[in-house]
């Protein structure tokens, strides 16, 4: 058996060089897999439509706040023709969201990027609306008889606060 002695000096010294100059490896953070994944699935999301979240959060912004005051995005389906909006408005303002009909779509396509082509509108009940509480004022046996019932109490702070509440549960109003 020969030995190449020329080719083990050779890599003798290639060994020492390698031991003086090892190098640290230099650490490469992993991209997160969401980036990928949002790369990836951008076409389609442009495609299916904004999420109703983000409609909802600024559908004011979007519409208008007279608009917004009287319709709320449900959800965005799919259908032949393109991507359909479902809006909830009550019975009595679906003609008015109906004539605005090409302006919510203009709007909603600009803000949102994606390709709406038509509205259903969900129609409900109107809002309930509250009943309008006229405070009447404390009359004088009761304004009497509450600060009776507060005299016993030492502190001016709180004589004060229990007044003001007293006299709020008694009218049926509330002071800032």
Same mark, same amino acid.
């Not at 003798?12 to 640290?24: F, K, S, Y």
């Not at 007279?66 to 991507?83: C, D, H, Q």
């Given at each position: 058996?020969?030995?190449?002695?020329?080719?083990?000096?050779?890599?003798?010294? !290639?060994?020492?060089?390698? $031991?003086?100059?090892?190098?640290?490896?230099?650490?490469?953070? $992993?991209?997160?897999?969401? $980036? !990928?994944?949002?790369?990836?699935?951008?076409?389609?999301?442009?495609?299916?439509?904004?999420?109703?979240?983000?409609?909802?959060?600024?559908?004011?912004?979007?519409?208008?706040?007279?608009? !917004? #005051? @009287?319709?709320?995005?449900?959800?965005? &389906?799919? =259908?032949?023709?393109?991507?359909?909006?479902?809006?909830?408005? *009550? &019975? $009595? #303002?679906? *003609? @008015? @969201?109906? /004539?605005?009909?090409?302006?919510?779509?203009?709007?909603?396509?600009?803000?949102?990027?994606?390709?709406?082509? &038509?509205?259903?509108?969900?129609?409900? =009940? *109107?809002?309930?609306?509250?009943?309008?509480?006229?405070?009447?004022?404390?009359?004088?046996?009761?304004? #009497?008889?509450?600060?009776?019932?507060?005299?016993?109490?030492? &502190?001016?702070?709180?004589?004060? #606060?229990?007044? /003001?509440?007293?006299? !709020?549960?008694?009218?049926?109003?509330?002071?800032?």
């Amino acid at each position: 058996m020969t030995v190449d002695w020329d080719k083990w000096e050779r890599e003798r010294e !290639a060994e020492q060089r390698l $031991a003086q100059t090892r190098a640290v490896p230099v650490y490469r953070p $992993a991209r997160p897999m969401g $980036a !990928a994944v949002a790369r990836a699935l951008r076409p389609l999301l442009k495609e299916a439509g904004p999420a109703p979240e983000t409609l909802q959060s600024r559908w004011t912004e979007i519409v208008g706040m007279r608009i !917004a #005051a @009287i319709t709320e995005p449900v959800r965005v &389906s799919r =259908a032949k023709g393109g991507n359909v909006l479902h809006l909830r408005v *009550p &019975s $009595a #303002a679906a *003609p @008015i @969201i109906q /004539h605005a009909t090409d302006h919510i779509l203009e709007r909603v396509n600009l803000a949102s990027g994606s390709k709406i082509t &038509s509205l259903k509108l969900v129609q409900t =009940a *109107p809002p309930k609306q509250l009943a309008l509480v006229i405070p009447r004022p404390l009359t004088p046996e009761q304004r #009497a008889e509450l600060v009776k019932r507060l005299a016993p109490v030492q &502190s001016n702070a709180l004589r004060s #606060a229990l007044s /003001h509440l007293g006299e !709020a549960v008694m009218t049926g109003t509330r002071k800032g």
